[in-house]
């Protein structure tokens, strides 16, 4: 999810290994001083450390921070394939069916207190999730992590059949591409001889009493290229290289994630030398010159961007229930002037959107019959299409039955950027009869109110940066826009989008028949309008704007992935002064 600065794509079945990916472990080790700075989003910080994250608390910043930490059981690669070097997992084999996957682990990896990565190790960790997205529990989430393959509820049993080698049950035959990266692929396994307190519901509660706790005594043991050192609250959180990591072998020593109170004092950053990895602010693309010492990249993650209204019938003053409606939904994607936003906030960095996968980066499911959209921007239509379905104007309101086309957005703070898309779309959404009053809260406040848990408290929300599909790396739908789905934050619900959803999910095939399934999806949601679409643009992967990096610092670009929208700094070096 991108959420601040603010994540799924398939490819071959298993056998996708890229060789040039391959760990190496011969780098040399770094000197103390080799620090690299990397900027937050404004306003945003890690806040959850456990790599089963809480549905409140489900953001980038949390996923890169627990990548840090923890090697994950599949390592996908930018083309949507499983690179097995760099994965704990050296094999995974489904039967014919599509209902057991046999997992062998690489006895290369290893815990940072020397234990072996283990298969009790992945056991554990497979019915954490699965306890965690079942109804029993009332901890803050209510599935492990979005898309998840065959959802836990599904996932029938994990058994070690040896030291290194888990045999994994599902309940019912699934398309084995979509459950190995939406599935298998969102696990990271945690040390169960730390974490395992004798039952699930004593395991829940020690992991939600440190989950925003990194100096408690269970994040000492990690497998991944980096361990927590310390944190300073709404300053800094400094991490170090894990000298025990089996994998590339990090020359950056020291990591610092810097908090940012507004994208000016993360620019100032940049300008002076403070910050090594940040973003330019759409706001100050005519200043960029001023960046002397670094360099500007222009990436697209796999993703889509949209306003998320709150269809509940308990969304206050009765919106949720004009929500509900596509006519209305598709009255406001007309007043969404997607090109005006991408030639006057984003310097022509952006393209169109109205599916839940974006034309770029390219990737095998985009369905190019989409690049037209079907709700173009024209408020005269979106005006005429509310009149012909019963709406009338009332003192510059759209009314009908009681119900008023007014309401909150709630939008991330800090950034200029967004304040000026919002701003533009109150603008031409009033020469619909939309009226919308616009409210700056922290990204965590954004986010946290936003869900279905109480929908009472929002209309609209906008935390900045729309979806990006991590770890859910299959893009099906599943886990967003089928029904009561955990990331469904909206209440979006319709029987037909989730046939298509589970086509897509459950039913193996040949390429034609799964890419005919994908298309199908996406051209429904196309037509319904789930979410309101807006433009998907460049984006930074640690923050909002383009990326920058200080230009004796290399591999930030070529080593982001734009499937993960991950950022490796083990595989950074810093040359230089």
Same mark, same amino acid.
């Given at each position: 999810?991108?959420?601040?600065?603010?994540?799924?794509?398939?490819?071959?079945?298993?056998?996708?290994?890229?060789?040039?990916?391959?760990?190496?472990?011969?780098?040399?080790?770094?000197?103390?001083?080799?620090?690299?700075?990397?900027?937050?989003?404004?306003?945003?910080?890690?806040?959850?450390?456990?790599?089963?994250?809480?549905?409140?608390?489900?953001?980038?910043?949390?996923?890169?921070?627990?990548?840090?930490?923890?090697?994950?059981?599949?390592? #996908?690669?930018?083309?949507?394939?499983?690179?097995?070097?760099? !994965?704990?997992?050296?094999?995974?084999?489904?039967?014919?069916?599509?209902?057991? *996957?046999?997992?062998?682990?690489?006895?290369?990896?290893?815990?940072?207190?020397?234990?072996?990565?283990?298969?009790?190790?992945?056991?554990?960790?497979?019915?954490?999730?699965?306890?965690?997205?079942?109804?029993?529990?009332?901890?803050?989430? !209510?599935?492990?992590?979005?898309?998840?393959?065959?959802?836990?509820?599904?996932?029938?049993?994990?058994?070690?059949?040896?030291?290194?080698?888990?045999?994994?049950?599902? !309940?019912?035959?699934?398309?084995?591409?979509?459950?190995?990266?939406?599935?298998?692929?969102?696990?990271?396994?945690?040390?169960?001889?730390?974490?395992?307190?004798?039952?699930?519901?004593?395991?829940?509660?020690? #992991?939600?009493?440190?989950?925003?706790?990194?100096?408690?005594?269970?994040?000492?043991?990690?497998?991944?290229?980096?361990?927590?050192?310390? %944190?300073?609250?709404?300053?800094?959180?400094?991490?170090?290289?894990?000298?025990?990591?089996?994998?590339?072998?990090?020359? $950056?020593?020291?990591?610092?994630?810097?908090?940012?109170?507004?994208?000016?004092?993360?620019?100032?950053?940049?300008?002076?030398?403070?910050?090594?990895?940040?973003?330019?602010?759409?706001?100050?693309?005519?200043?960029?010159?001023?960046?002397?010492?670094?360099?500007?990249?222009?990436?697209?993650?796999?993703?889509?961007?949209?306003?998320?209204?709150?269809?509940?019938?308990?969304?206050?003053?009765?919106?949720?229930?004009?929500?509900?409606?596509?006519?209305?939904?598709?009255?406001?994607? %007309?007043? $969404?002037?997607?090109?005006?936003?991408?030639?006057?906030?984003?310097?022509?960095?952006?393209?169109?959107?109205?599916?839940? $996968?974006?034309?770029?980066?390219?990737?095998?499911?985009?369905?190019?019959?989409?690049?037209?959209?079907?709700?173009?921007?024209?408020?005269?239509?979106?005006?005429?299409?509310?009149?012909?379905?019963?709406?009338?104007?009332?003192?510059?309101?759209?009314?009908?039955?009681?119900?008023?086309?007014?309401?909150?957005?709630?939008? %991330? !703070?800090?950034?200029?950027?967004?304040?000026?898309?919002?701003?533009?779309?109150?603008?031409?959404?009033?020469?619909?009869?939309?009226?919308?009053?616009?409210?700056?809260?922290?990204?965590?406040?954004?986010?946290?109110?936003?869900?279905?848990?109480?929908?009472?408290?929002?209309?609209?929300?906008?935390?900045?940066?729309?979806?990006? &599909?991590?770890?859910?790396? &299959?893009?099906?739908?599943?886990?967003?826009?089928?029904?009561?789905?955990?990331?469904?934050?909206?209440?979006?619900?319709?029987?037909? %989008?989730?046939?298509?959803?589970?086509?897509?999910?459950?039913?193996?095939?040949?390429?034609?028949?799964?890419?005919?399934?994908?298309?199908?999806?996406?051209?429904?949601?196309?037509?319904?309008?789930?979410? $309101?679409?807006?433009?998907?643009?460049?984006?930074?992967?640690?923050?909002?704007?383009?990326?920058?990096?200080?230009?004796?610092?290399?591999?930030?670009?070529?080593?982001?992935?734009?499937?993960?929208?991950?950022? *490796?700094?083990?595989?950074?070096?810093?040359?230089?002064?």
């Amino acid at each position: 999810m991108k959420t601040s600065g603010i994540s799924l794509v398939g490819a071959t079945l298993l056998l996708g290994s890229l060789s040039a990916c391959g760990a190496t472990t011969g780098a040399p080790q770094a000197s103390a001083n080799q620090t690299v700075v990397i900027a937050e989003a404004p306003q945003s910080s890690p806040n959850w450390f456990f790599p089963i994250i809480g549905s409140t608390a489900s953001s980038n910043t949390n996923i890169q921070t627990d990548a840090l930490m923890y090697k994950p059981l599949l390592f #996908i690669t930018s083309h949507g394939t499983i690179n097995y070097h760099r !994965s704990l997992a050296s094999s995974i084999h489904a039967n014919a069916k599509g209902t057991v *996957y046999t997992v062998h682990l690489n006895p290369k990896w290893h815990w940072s207190n020397g234990k072996r990565v283990s298969a009790k190790d992945l056991v554990f960790t497979f019915n954490l999730f699965k306890y965690a997205a079942g109804t029993s529990t009332s901890l803050p989430w !209510s599935y492990a992590w979005s898309g998840i393959g065959g959802l836990p509820q599904d996932w029938q049993s994990a058994v070690a059949t040896g030291p290194e080698t888990v045999t994994i049950t599902v !309940s019912k035959p699934v398309n084995p591409e979509w459950f190995m990266l939406n599935g298998l692929g969102q696990i990271s396994p945690v040390p169960a001889s730390v974490w395992n307190q004798g039952s699930l519901i004593k395991d829940m509660a020690l #992991i939600k009493s440190v989950s925003n706790t990194p100096s408690a005594r269970q994040y000492r043991v990690v497998d991944g290229p980096y361990r927590f050192q310390s %944190m300073k609250p709404n300053l800094e959180w400094t991490f170090v290289a894990n000298s025990r990591y089996d994998g590339h072998k990090a020359t $950056i020593q020291k990591l610092v994630l810097q908090y940012e109170t507004s994208t000016q004092n993360e620019f100032l950053g940049l300008k002076n030398g403070t910050v090594q990895v940040g973003y330019l602010p759409a706001t100050s693309w005519g200043a960029r010159k001023q960046l002397t010492g670094d360099t500007l990249s222009t990436p697209y993650i796999l993703g889509y961007n949209f306003l998320q209204p709150n269809l509940s019938p308990r969304a206050p003053g009765g919106v949720g229930t004009a929500f509900s409606h596509a006519y209305v939904r598709q009255a406001l994607e %007309m007043g $969404i002037n997607q090109k005006g936003i991408i030639n006057s906030l984003f310097h022509g960095h952006g393209v169109v959107e109205d599916a839940p $996968i974006a034309s770029k980066p390219p990737t095998k499911f985009y369905d190019p019959a989409l690049s037209k959209p079907l709700y173009p921007f024209n408020p005269a239509a979106g005006k005429t299409l509310l009149e012909n379905h019963g709406w009338h104007l009332q003192n510059g309101v759209m009314r009908k039955n009681g119900v008023a086309l007014q309401f909150t957005l709630l939008y %991330m !703070s800090g950034d200029p950027t967004l304040t000026n898309e919002v701003s533009l779309i109150k603008s031409s959404w009033a020469q619909e009869g939309i009226q919308v009053n616009l409210q700056a809260e922290t990204f965590s406040s954004v986010i946290g109110t936003a869900n279905q848990s109480d929908p009472t408290k929002w209309q609209m929300a906008f935390w900045g940066g729309g979806w990006t &599909y991590e770890p859910d790396f &299959y893009p099906s739908g599943d886990g967003l826009l089928n029904s009561g789905a955990g990331a469904n934050f909206g209440g979006y619900a319709n029987s037909h %989008m989730d046939t298509l959803i589970n086509a897509t999910t459950n039913l193996t095939g040949t390429s034609a028949q799964v890419t005919q399934r994908m298309n199908a999806y996406l051209t429904y949601a196309a037509q319904q309008v789930p979410v $309101i679409w807006l433009p998907w643009t460049s984006s930074s992967y640690v923050g909002t704007g383009f990326p920058e990096h200080a230009k004796n610092l290399h591999g930030t670009v070529s080593t982001f992935n734009l499937v993960t929208d991950l950022f *490796y700094p083990n595989r950074w070096t810093l040359r230089g002064s």
